[in-house]
């Protein structure tokens, strides 16, 4: 068992190193052109810190995620509800439609939503259209601000839906039902069963959930990423990733992209460090 | 109308809503089969054409007329390394995580958690600059490298719930039995882990065969590109004139995967669930 020990330590000494490397940011704080960076000390940050244009992605990220994630939440939970309801036959078919789209990779199922969205021959402006909406035809989706991120809304919500549902759906079925029957035994409405009893029981479960949605929102890349290059306006759609990466390996300004970086990370390594707390709180280690 | 038809037709009445919103989640999945066997003049069209009663094969052959076949090279030995290392890597862990009470396990358990909870896209920056100082970028071991640490925590994660569902008292009779420790281990204890195994294995699959951020970061020649990244410069370059070219590359990036996810995904969400709540 000596080699598991070590193949152990290699295991996580690479993520540790990478860590390291994380913290060696600092260093990288310097602007790079092929020579050795130079300490600039805190200058980057300075430089962030006081440039608006951070703060408005950081807004704007952090509204994108809180209203994705709250979308979700609410559509996943009650499809999952919904998924108690009904029989056999309706479940499961609501359950291969939401794995369909779960097992969709990313890109292809962007690819999609591209074409669903085409301004000349895309399905959503023909509907549209058709229901009498005539000033849909040919309408472009992406170069308005709004509406480019309902667009990254709807796809960013139809892919994550899903896990919701699942998860949320797994954490009911483990409620007894003499809990139910009793309430309902006792005068109790539907409703006040579903607050007094499904809730409280799957809260660990919607916890869980919740955050992980939080923090997959905020770090949201790809969608946006192809959707700009679809057709949106840079400056207007950037979030926190793709500020980063155009900023980082769009522009070359290495040391400020990693000092955005920093800002993340603690951002999300503070949402983290409550969920770490937690499942500590609940599990014997 | 008594309690019974009431509750019956209300089944019913949430059936149908059921059954409609899973019409609405397919759909666009099934567009882009549809799309993807339509003609030229087909698709482009006032109207929409729902069913590809006409339906013709050419898109596909376009596809693989580009460069589809030398990047689907590309991504199966990445996504390959990082399978098989991913997996090495996490079996061992998890074994040692829950068969051996040793000091700093506990604190082993935190951080393999709070390295799960980094994004990467807070790290490429560094990655990119790490890969650049070891003459790694474009190489397809850099990119597994990097792979393989993103999924590792996760996939330890889940492995550990296996491990621990394998009784200890199993592997002790095989001891008493004259077993010897490692005869003990592959008799008992790795046949009951496979199912594990290949839950965790597909799990690496999915996410090195479907990563799109770094390999945009890492893999900056064409010749380098994975399949998300092909596809993505294969709608750039079409985007005008050949929708369904695009679909039929996406379908050929989804649809593998997709009868992948379909098998495995029940043990994948268990496992998730399982391990998040009950760990």
């Not at chain 1, 860590?19 to 602007?31: D, I, K, P």
């Not at chain 1, 759906?169 to 009893?197: C, H, K, M, N």
């Not at chain 2, 609405?24 to 054409?49: C, E, G, H, K, Q």
């Not at chain 2, 995580?97 to 506990?106: D, I, V």
């Amino acid at each position: 068992m000596v080699p598991a020990l070590a193949v152990l330590v290699a295991a996580l000494g690479y993520p540790l190193y990478r860590q390291a490397v994380m913290s060696f940011q600092e260093y990288g704080l310097a602007q790079q052109f092929g020579q050795p960076p130079e300490w600039v000390g805190l200058d980057n940050y300075v430089t962030l810190v006081t440039d608006s244009y951070l703060w408005t992605v950081i807004v704007r990220s952090v509204l994108f995620c809180i209203v994705n994630a709250a979308i979700t939440m609410v559509v996943g939970t009650a499809l999952a509800v919904l998924m108690t309801l009904v029989g056999r036959g309706p479940r499961l078919t609501l359950q291969i439609g939401l794995l369909l789209a779960w097992a969709m990779p990313h890109l292809a199922s962007l690819t999609v939503w591209q074409w669903l969205f085409d301004s000349q021959y895309g399905v959503i402006n023909w509907l549209l259209t058709n229901l009498g909406l005539d000033q849909f035809a040919g309408h472009s989706w992406l170069i308005d601000q709004l509406s480019f991120f309902t667009v990254a809304t709807v796809i960013v919500v139809w892919m994550s839906v899903p896990f919701v549902a699942f998860s949320v759906y797994a954490g009911l079925t483990q409620v007894p039902g003499e809990l139910y029957e009793a309430a309902e035994i006792d005068g109790s409405t539907a409703w006040q069963r579903f607050r007094q009893i499904t809730v409280p029981l799957v809260k660990p479960v919607l916890l869980i959930v919740a955050l992980l949605q939080i923090i997959w929102d905020l770090k949201v890349f790809t969608q946006i990423f192809v959707l700009q290059d679809a057709g949106g306006i840079t400056a207007e759609t950037n979030l926190i990733g793709t500020y980063i990466y155009r900023l980082g390996l769009g522009e070359g300004e290495f040391g400020l992209a990693a000092a955005a970086s920093w800002f993340v990370l603690l951002l999300t390594v503070a949402l983290s460090l409550y969920y770490v707390r937690v499942l500590v709180r609940e599990e014997e280690l | 109308m008594s309690t019974r038809t009431r509750v019956r037709t209300r089944q019913r009445t949430f059936g149908v809503v059921a059954v409609v919103i899973a019409l609405i989640w397919m759909f666009p999945v099934y567009w882009m089969l549809n799309s993807s066997f339509l003609p030229y003049n087909r698709i482009r069209a006032a109207d929409p054409t729902f069913f590809p009663l006409d339906g013709t094969a050419a898109a596909y052959g376009r596809v693989f007329d580009s460069n589809f076949f030398d990047t689907l090279r590309v991504s199966a030995t990445v996504t390959g390394i990082t399978v098989v290392a991913a997996l090495l890597f996490a079996f061992f862990a998890a074994l040692a995580l829950s068969r051996f009470r040793f000091k700093g396990r506990r604190s082993f358990i935190l951080a393999v958690l709070i390295i799960q909870m980094i994004p990467a896209e807070g790290l490429f920056i560094s990655q990119f600059k790490l890969l650049e100082g070891w003459q790694l970028l474009n190489s397809v071991i850099g990119l597994s490298l990097l792979y393989i640490a993103a999924v590792v925590p996760f996939t330890i994660w889940m492995l550990r719930g296996f491990v621990n569902g394998v009784p200890r008292d199993l592997e002790e009779a095989a001891l008493v039995d004259g077993c010897s420790r490692l005869q003990a281990f592959f008799r008992i204890t790795l046949p009951l882990l496979a199912p594990g195994l290949v839950a965790s294995g597909v799990y690496a699959f999915l996410q090195a065969w479907n990563e799109f951020t770094l390999s945009l970061v890492i893999m900056t020649r064409p010749e380098n590109m994975t399949l998300p990244l092909w596809l993505r410069s294969f709608t750039e370059s079409n985007r005008i004139s050949d929708w369904a070219g695009i679909m039929a590359g996406s379908v050929l990036v989804a649809v593998p995967v997709m009868i992948f996810f379909l098998l495995v995904q029940h043990r994948m969400t268990s496992g998730l669930v399982s391990g998040a709540v009950k760990g």
